[in-house]
């Protein structure tokens, strides 16, 4: 390194730059040594980070490193990486999962030579497996609670405006669900969506937009719904759908992912259909009354979480939220509702004098 950075500033000009490519690219993984050549091609100052250099070959991307490829104008010139033959099974799911997820040809070469599968999808597993079905078949000898059963809404989980003072309940009504067509596309929503969203952006960002729609749905339950209770995991599962899907039309161009069209209809469908089979059910007439049915505006706060947080924690591919001042925005926007959802449920609901229904 001394022989190219002699007056020790950091930095190496792009023409020995390239002279290291050429001398020792073939040592180099292809694609890797593609976003070298885009680095060298976009840098307009002649010369090139050497930490940057080090990121990279590290499978680490500083912030300059990103500023100067986004920044540049050269096109890729190899295939795509669609194209390559001759990979296992493996590496055909890791390629596809790119294609489902990221928009831009450099980044899911990135993605693809970075991926190890260490850790593995381990958060939208674990929740599916021992959330839904543990609990429920285990410790309630029973797979799926029906709203006709009388054990619906007497156990420790559900969320019921007479129990809001048990704060945990915000987010443990998650493992109860209103029948088995309501667990059923939770579960296959949050497989096909959340599990390949974590292998891409990391079970750290994926979870948070999860339980930040977990949160956000009972909370908007509280304020907007005030004497309904609210069961399922819709708050989450719909913060990670809306916000893939509001990922996929704002960089539609770039998505690659076959049959993109058809995939966000089927998503939308089954969407709808839950979100309506929801709002007929809260007002058709309850199995136990005066308790009303669960709430549907769970669903409507993961939804507004998605395009909002969610999707600019999906559109920034491993980069530092921190630096992002949109992301600023809208957690502070996000913090603002918890606090006033908050202060609502100690205050309004005796201001208003409504009649709740009696705790189960």
Request: aromatic share 12%.
């Amino acid at each position: 390194y001394p022989q190219f950075d002699p007056d020790n500033t950091g930095y190496i000009s792009t023409e020995k730059f390239r002279t290291l490519l050429q001398r020792h690219g073939s040592e180099l993984d292809p694609h890797k040594l593609e976003v070298l050549l885009a680095l060298a091609d976009s840098n307009s100052e002649g010369r090139i980070c050497y930490q940057d250099f080090v990121n990279l070959m590290s499978n680490k991307r500083s912030n300059s490193f990103r500023q100067a490829i986004l920044q540049g104008n050269r096109r890729l010139c190899s295939k795509a990486l669609l194209e390559e033959t001759g990979l296992s099974l493996t590496q055909r799911l890791i390629r596809h999962v790119a294609y489902e997820t990221l928009p831009r040809e450099i980044d899911r070469k990135w993605y693809y030579d970075s991926y190890t599968c260490c850790p593995p999808p381990w958060f939208m597993i674990t929740i599916t497996i021992v959330a839904f079905f543990l609990y429920n078949g285990v410790m309630l000898d029973r797979f799926v609670l029906q709203v006709t059963h009388p054990l619906y809404l007497k156990n420790s989980l559900v969320y019921h405006p007479q129990l809001r003072a048990q704060a945990w309940r915000y987010l443990t009504y998650i493992f109860m669900h209103a029948g088995i067509e309501h667990l059923g596309l939770n579960v296959i929503l949050q497989l096909l969506v959340g599990v390949p969203l974590e292998m891409v952006h990391g079970a750290a960002r994926i979870s948070f937009v999860y339980i930040a729609g977990v949160v956000a749905g009972s909370l908007a339950v509280s304020v907007a719904d005030m004497t309904a209770p609210v069961v399922g995991s819709s708050g989450g599962v719909y913060a990670l759908v809306s916000a893939h899907l509001a990922n996929i039309v704002m960089n539609w161009s770039g998505m690659k992912c076959q049959f993109k069209l058809l995939r966000m209809a089927v998503a939308l469908i089954c969407m709808s259909f839950e979100f309506g089979r929801a709002v007929w059910l809260r007002f058709h007439p309850s199995a136990y009354p005066p308790c009303p049915h669960p709430s549907f505006m769970a669903h409507l706060g993961g939804v507004v979480v998605g395009i909002t947080l969610g999707v600019i924690i999906l559109r920034n591919y491993e980069q530092r939220l921190q630096d992002q001042s949109l992301w600023w925005i809208f957690i502070s926007i996000y913090l603002i509702f918890i606090l006033f959802a908050i202060f609502w449920n100690i205050f309004a609901y005796n201001l208003l004098d409504l009649k709740l229904p009696p705790p189960p």
